[in-house]
């Protein structure tokens, strides 16, 4: 079983478009995460929910709305896709240690 | 604040020479450390852990020990495997006051290794 998943693994889409990705943790945490790899490999965390609750907002600009529908479940929606969104993002949940989805390859063209 | 300084790549190896990727940290509180390793194509697995001082984690073969006074948490094997080819990222999560629900990560190492 995936502990934590997320789909879809690989998103290409063109600019302007809005695109969601969804993420769901069976492992029983309270929080959630978004973190963004660029094409550097470089891991930046965006948000951060507990029990549902926004604690983390890194300086993420306002077209990125998470969505937290219950403690299992953390989604992704991007409006107004810009080139500059290409990139690597991951879902990922803790309680103590954090455990990382595999990924999604989102592509903007 | 927090911050990651890990050893610049990539890291080129043959098989079964020995491993070091040096990582050192800058934290306000009392962190505990990690290693990720990110195969390729692939997402974030965790290597291996530290939660105090003094601590050794250890995975596959992998090691490191969580030094304060030198407030480093250095990555070593013995002998590398091809398999090994990855991405390593060294991270800390301050456990003190609200920075407890982000880790803070290193840019990554690219290790290689050639049979």
């Known amino acids: 079983d995936t502990a934590v998943s997320q789909t879809p693994k690989y998103l290409v889409t063109q600019m302007g478009n809005d695109k969601s990705i969804k993420c769901e943790q069976n492992?029983?945490?309270?929080?959630m995460y978004w973190y963004k790899q660029d094409s550097k490999k470089f891991l930046k965390i965006m948000f951060s929910?507990?029990?549902?609750?926004?604690?983390i907002n890194e300086t993420v600009p306002n077209r990125f709305s998470p969505k937290s529908p219950d403690k299992a479940h953390l989604n992704l929606h991007i409006n107004s896709l810009e080139l500059g969104d290409s990139a690597v993002y991951f879902c990922?949940?803790?309680?103590?240690?954090?455990?990382f989805g595999e990924g999604s390859w989102l592509t903007v063209v | 604040g927090n911050s990651v300084t890990q050893m610049e790549g990539p890291v080129t190896l043959s098989e079964e020479a020995f491993l070091t990727i040096n990582c050192t940290y800058t934290?306000?509180?009392?962190?505990?450390l990690f290693w990720y390793v990110q195969y390729p194509g692939e997402g974030l697995q965790l290597l291996l852990k530290?939660?105090?001082?003094?601590d050794k984690g250890s995975n596959k073969g992998f090691e490191a020990t969580y030094r304060k006074e030198t407030t480093s948490f250095h990555l070593e094997k013995g002998s590398v495997q091809v398999s090994d080819s990855a991405v390593y990222f060294c991270?800390?999560?301050?456990?003190?006051?609200?920075?407890?629900?982000?880790?803070?990560f290193g840019k990554g190492t690219l290790l290689t290794v050639n049979p």
């Open positions: 991270a800390l999560r301050d456990n003190s006051g609200g920075s407890n629900y982000k880790l803070t």
């Open positions: 934290a306000t509180g009392y962190p505990s």
């Open positions: 929910y507990n029990n549902k609750e926004l604690i």
């Open positions: 990922a949940s803790s309680r103590d240690t954090i455990y």
């Open positions: 492992l029983g945490h309270d929080t």
């Open positions: 530290a939660t105090k001082a003094d």
